[in-house]
C-alpha cells in the first residue's frame, strides 16, 4: 500500500507522515540494558514496515545511535528512506556545552555523516539553542552545507518561538522539532500556528508521552533512576492520574478500529493539520511494526474530536519537571 507523503518546509523532501524514533537505538546514556541487535532490527522493521523518516542524533549514546542506524539502513535504497540527525553537543571541555557555532555545527554533520556512512542528511537539526550565537549565523553555516550538498533541510529543535523566528530570518529553516503530545499541548498556541504559517514543518518528540499514551499503564508505575522515565512530569502526581483517565476515551475509538490505542493515538497525530511527521520511538522490532499499521487508521472527525476533548485540559496544565539535557 503507498501512504501519503508529506512535504518538508520549502524543500524537495518527501516523506511518510510517520517516522521513527531511535533514541533507544544505542543510546546507552538515556536508557539502561539497551542491545545493539535489538535496536538494528527495530531499524529494519521500521523501513520494512512503511516507515520512511529515521530520526537520530549525535547524542543517543554520544555517536552510537548514529552507528547502529547506519549500518541497519545499509540493507536499503538510501534514496527511499529520510534520515534526519541533529548536533549541538560539544564535549571538547570534558563536560557537555551546547555550541552553534558555526565552524562546530560544519564539523558536527562532517562527523554525523561520518558514523551514519552516508554522503548527505535529509535533515540536520541545532539540537539545543546556545546562548551566545546569533542565530542566523548558525542557521547560516546549514544553509552552505546545504549548497554543498551535504544536507537538504534545516532544522531547529527545543527552540522557542522567539528563537525560531530570528533563526529563520533569511527564510532557511524548513522544520522544526519540539516537545508534543496529547499531554503537551502549550505550544497548540503559538509555536504550530507560526511555523504553519511559514512553511515549516512540525515534528513532535515524545508522541506516547514515553510509552504512557499506548495506554499500557495502570496506577502503579515506577522507573530505574537512570532511566530518564524516572524525571518526566507526566508519570508523577497529578498528572499521572490525570493523563491515565484522559486515556480510557481513546479505549472505545481504538476498539471501533481494530486498532491498540497507540496507533489511534498516532492516528490522531497524522490527521493533525499542525503536524508534519509524528517520531514515536520504541525498545523492539515489534513495538514498530504495531506502531507502523496506525498509517493504516483514519479516524473520523467525531473520533479526532472526542479524543481532542478528553485531552483539551492538557492545552494548559503546566508541564512541571522537563526532561534535562542531553536528550
Ligand atoms: P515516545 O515516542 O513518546 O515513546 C516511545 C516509547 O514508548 C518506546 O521507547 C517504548 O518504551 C514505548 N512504546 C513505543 N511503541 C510502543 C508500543 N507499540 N507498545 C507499547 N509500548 C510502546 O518517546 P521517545 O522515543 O523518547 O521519543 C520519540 C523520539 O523523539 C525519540 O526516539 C527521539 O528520536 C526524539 N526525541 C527528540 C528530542 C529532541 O530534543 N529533539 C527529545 C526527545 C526525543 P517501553 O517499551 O520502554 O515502554
Known sequence: MTHKQVTI???????TPLGLGTNAVGGYNLFPNLKDEDGLNLVKAGLNNGIQLLDTAYVYGLGHSEELVGQAMHDFDRHSFTLATKGAQDFS????VINNDPKFLTEQVEASLKRLNTDYLDIYYIHFPDKQTPKAEAVGALQRL???????????????LDQVKEANADGYVDVVEDEFSLLHRDHEADLMPYLKDHQISFVPYFPLASGLLTGKYDADVSFPADDIR?????FQEPRYSQALKAIEAIRPIAKAHNATVAQTVLAWYMQDPLISVVIPGAKRAA?????????DVTLSDTEYQTI????AGFKSIESGKSLADPD
Open 9 to 15: 518546509g520549502k524543500t524537495d523532501v518527501q516523506t
Open 230 to 234: 524516572s524525571q518526566i512530569s507526566d
Open 287 to 295: 513495538q514498530v511494526e504495531a506502531n507502523a499499521q496506525s498509517l
Open 93 to 96: 571541555s570534558g563536560e557537555q
Open 146 to 160: 546545504r549548497e554543498q550538498g551535504k544536507i537538504r533541510a534545516i532544522g531547529l529543535s527545543n527552540f522557542s
Open 308 to 311: 481532542d476533548t478528553a485531552f
